[in-house]
């Protein structure tokens, strides 16, 4: 049996016997076959002694349960790490941020507490997932909408605390949140915003209640388990258009991004529109080995190729418009006008688009709040299964996209990787997701990639681009990243850390917050 560091086998054993009194025997894990369930499997330590791995897993079914859990680990400084529902692909899947940590797996918390219609807006327990609330709302036929990212089984909560983000113009999702319960790092339960004001009808209606606003203190961290969330959903438009734009060259991206910001900044473009390239649209439908087998990045004349071969642009934006159809007409005339300015610019509306594995008819789904797997296709592009993400956050202005694509795709090239990415337009930001893929099964390959990995952590930072979002082998890379006056905001959080959870057992290591028993350890 796996021990958690620092905790003898004796103090291990009455943990777990208090834990199984808790939520029964048949909910907490030791067996191999059991955790193996909670490994990465897209880890590019897989199956070596750097990989991170669990001692145990429990299975709570309520906050209360939450609650004398982790009154138990304190007792016994048994560190735990939550987990929602989902695969957290890319991002270090459901293992922990400090090997030998017991998973919190909240999977069984799954209640649909409220969806209301009227206010559009839905309370929900981490274990609900995307496929879960929107089925929910289908059965009851209400007139509202999710807003899901691409694969659906992921948690609505755990999603939201992640920063993660869908493509309805609700696709901000911790912007959409509303309200928590959260359960702290010593067993005591709060709630937040109206929430702490016993009767409150407007919980998830007004997010800030009085005083200091902290909801965001448990996004990325490890200051408390939440156990509910409110999630402001989108009223059913009046109307829906869904459209692809591409673009035949890769130095199109700069004047795309020039001519997409004051469109998204003027909410001419209303939801979380896409510019995807190449490769990561093809990927979805087709694989590597389908046009060469040789190693290496593909050249330029099998990537025009394949651009003929699929209808697609180097560059593809995914957007929609919403509203009376008069309005939608109008919108759309601005948006075509405005991106026919860009040599070889294609313009489509879905029926357009006949082949029914275009991508486009799943982004179609998913910008309506249609959740679905389809996309996460394009792990299988070149085998082996490896994957991790690469999220740099820029101004949404041209030269500062061209810059991180060069930046990026040299690299990657350099080291023998195709690129593939995703530009997410924000408010005010973009987001340049990439995906690395590698094979896991080869040392080589997984060598190589976290080699690049961490030289494009060092470039993009050095470039003034930080990460928003990272795997868990790379927390710590990312938050020294960010070391402005001396690290000053890694002391507050570490301050915090302390303050909230003086024994140091919720979740060390996430995002780089280590308590201050394990720091320099």
Known sequence: MRTPPGVSEADYGKALAEFRSIVGSEWVFTSEEDLNLYRDAYSPFLNETEELVASGAVAPSSTEEVQRIVRVANRFRIPLYPISTGKNLGYGGSAPAYSGSVVLDLKRMNRIIEVNEENAYALVEPGVSYFDLYRYIQEKKLKVWIDCPDPGWGSVMGNALDHGVGYTPYGDHFAMQCGMEVVLPTGELVRTGMGAMPGSSTWQLFKYGFGPYVDGIFTQSNFGVVTKMGIWLMPEPPGYRPYMIT?????????????????????????????RSLLLVA???????????KPGPLPDSILRKIMQEQDI??????????????IMDTLEAVIRDSFAKIPGARFYLQHERKNPADLFHVRADTMRGIPRLSEFGFVNWSGGGGHIGFSPVSAIRGKEAMKQYTLVRDRLH???????????????????????????????TKKRALEVFRVLVAEAAAAGYGEYRTHLTFMDDIAATYSWNDHALLKMHQTLKDALDPKGILAPGKSGIWPSRYRGG
Do not use: C
């Not at 990927?283 to 389908?290: D, E, F, I, L, R």
């Open 247 to 275: 673009f035949q060259r890769e130095e199109d991206l700069e004047q795309i991004v020039e001519v997409l910001r004051p469109l998204k900044v003027g909410m001419v473009i209303q939801n979380g529109a896409t510019i």
């Open 283 to 293: 990927a979805v439908n087709s694989t590597k080995s389908q046009y060469t087998d």
């Open 313 to 326: 642009g180097m560059w593809n934006i995914y957007g929609a418009l919403y509203g009376p159809p008069p």
């Open 414 to 444: 350099a080291f023998g990787f195709d690129y593939m990415s995703i530009f997410a337009i924000g408010w005010r930001e973009l987001h340049h997701v990439v995906e690395l893929l590698f094979d896991r099964r080869d040392p080589e």
